[in-house]
């Protein structure tokens, strides 16, 4: 298991985040400390990694909540929700993608598992939660242009609040828009018009590579400081 590239908690609830499979894509664990259930974003594409987490800290994981549909975030999710029993959370708008994992791995020249079922879709400025909350932990915002239905997840439980960005934004850079259904238009208007109005000081799990901040981003990173200021 690699170290966490961000921990963070309030109460009896952590979030923490870990690199995951060959691309070293990030997943994160929201969990409880008094229930031990657990919610896992983009679970990744590394069975055994992901449940040698799950096993070491006692998990019960009840949700597989995903950014976006690309093997390396949801590839081993199918094997996942079976050992566990936990529901998958999907938008709408990233289902063909999903339903297409075969192609990707062509695509990438990587081994995948068929896609399992969907048994929720994630909507535009909904909240997802444990059962037993609290409430309102994390708000869905739909940020297309990575892949058509990719979304990231805001939360201002925490102090400083977290987002989980998926592929949207990198430390130093910007997801790639050149795959199926990609765009790089709505890509940087989702940054500008839903992200960039976020609180400077949210701190932010990316997709791949090390955990950033807000006003970092609009400062430093290349894509973004020239265009918007
Ligand atoms: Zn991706
Ligand atoms: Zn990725």
């Known amino acids: 298991m690699r170290p966490p590239i961000l921990k963070t908690e309030k109460n009896s609830i952590v979030a923490e985040a870990y690199p995951i499979g060959a691309l070293e894509s990030n997943c994160t664990l929201i969990y409880s400390t008094d229930t031990n259930e657990a919610i896992i974003v983009d679970p ?3 069975y055994p990694e992901i449940m040698e987490i799950v096993k070491e800290k ?5 949700k597989l909540i995903h950014t976006h549909a690309h ?5 081993q999710t199918k094997n996942i929700r079976e050992t566990t029993g936990a529901k998958t959370y999907l938008h709408r708008n990233d289902l063909s993608v999903y339903e297409g994992l075969n192609e990707q791995s062509q695509l990438f020249g990587v081994e995948v598992a068929d896609p399992g079922p969907v048994d929720e879709l994630l909507t535009e400025d909904e909240y997802f939660s444990f059962d037993n909350g609290p409430e309102k932990l994390f708000k869905v915002i739909h940020t297309p242009g990575h892949s058509p239905g990719h979304v990231c997840f805001y ?3 925490f102090d400083p609040p977290l987002l989980i960005a998926g592929d949207l934004i990198f430390k130093g850079s ?4 050149d795959l199926p259904g990609g765009s790089f238009e709505e890509l940087m208007d989702a940054i500008k018009s839903k992200i960039f109005k976020l609180p400077n000081e949210t701190q932010i799990i990316t997709g791949h590579g090390p ?18 200021f």
């Open 71 to 75: 093997f390396d975030h949801i590839g």
């Open 58 to 62: 006692k998990l019960k994981v009840v």
């Open 211 to 228: 955990a950033t901040i807000l006003a970092d981003e609009k400062q430093f990173n290349p894509f973004l400081k020239e265009s918007f």
């Open 44 to 46: 990744g594409n590394s």
């Open 174 to 177: 910007i997801g790639r828009t």
């Open 155 to 157: 939360s201002d439980y």
